[in-house]
Nanobody, 121 residues
Framework: QAQLVESGGDLVQAGGSLRLSCSASGRILSRNAVDWFRQAPGNQRELVARITTDGSTHYADSVMGRFTISRDYTKNTVLLQMNNLKPEDSATYYC???????????????WGQGTQVTVSS
């Protein structure tokens, strides 16, 4: 399985901004849809944003208009720009890809270790 590495998490005040980055070796990020998930203590992991191989994006309603997912092809990374952060955005953020590994459709889920985002009120 591929190793994904997240970075950019930090402590920030409400209304502030952060930019998270997901990197990986090889072409796994550019050849597959990439997701950002988040998980707060006691909560289920939830999808925050997705970018497909053709650049289409999808956002959770809770972050629509505040978060932007994008690809940086020069650095082989996927970014999550987070603006107007709220305390409820506090969570561990994970990068994820799902890679089809054979013609039968078997797949492998790749996750990073996560990066912590804390938003103070």
């Amino acid at each position: 399985q591929a190793q994904l590495v997240e970075s950019g998490g930090d402590l920030v005040q409400a209304g502030g901004s952060l930019r998270l980055s997901c990197s990986a070796s090889g072409r796994i990020l550019s050849r597959n849809a990439v997701d950002w998930f988040r998980q707060a203590p006691g909560n289920q992991r939830e999808l925050v944003a997705r970018i497909t191989t053709d650049g289409s994006t999808h956002y959770a309603d809770s972050v629509m208009g505040r978060f932007t997912i994008s690809r940086d092809y020069t650095k082989n990374t996927v970014l999550l720009q987070m603006n107007n952060l709220k305390p409820e955005d506090s969570a561990t953020y994970y990068c994820h890809t799902r890679v089809v590994v054979n013609v039968e459709g078997a797949y492998a889920d790749n996750w990073g270790q996560g990066t912590q985002v804390t938003v103070s009120s």
